[in-house]
């Protein structure tokens, strides 16, 4: 079975830090894209950022950019999101999905992000 569990989430104060990771097992892991998105209470679920395979290239949302980079290690199966300088307004509930080519998707269970003022 496909299993994306994602972790890291959390409470911090404005100005703070979180890295959320991503831990996929029963798929071929390099043959996935992985997106980071995030959908706040009220809200629709956004894109944060995204990363290729093999390439490695990454988006960023642009409320995001140039405090957040996204990552993945092909070897542990895993994909981090490094979040810095959060602000209340990035309080979500942050998920991880994987994507092929093929259109093929899986979603992962959401980590809870809560940014204090």
């Known amino acids: 079975d496909v299993q994306l569990q994602a972790s890291g989430g959390g409470l911090v104060q404005a100005g703070g830090s979180l890295r959320l990771s991503c831990t996929v097992s029963?798929?071929?892991?390099?043959?996935?894209?992985i997106g980071w998105f995030r959908q706040a209470p009220g809200k629709e679920r956004e894109g944060v950022s995204c990363?290729?395979?093999?390439?490695?290239?990454?988006h960023y949302v642009d409320s995001m950019k140039g405090r957040v980079t996204i990552s993945r290690d092909n070897a542990k199966n895993t994909a981090d999101l490094q979040m810095n300088s959060l602000k209340p307004e990035d309080t979500a509930v942050y998920y991880c999905?994987?994507?092929?080519?093929?259109?093929?998707?899986?979603w992962g269970n959401g980590t809870l992000v809560t940014v204090s003022s």
């Open positions: 999905r994987l994507q092929n080519s093929y259109g093929v998707d899986y």
């Open positions: 029963g798929l071929v892991f390099d043959d996935y894209a």
């Open positions: 990363i290729g395979s093999p390439s490695s290239k990454t």
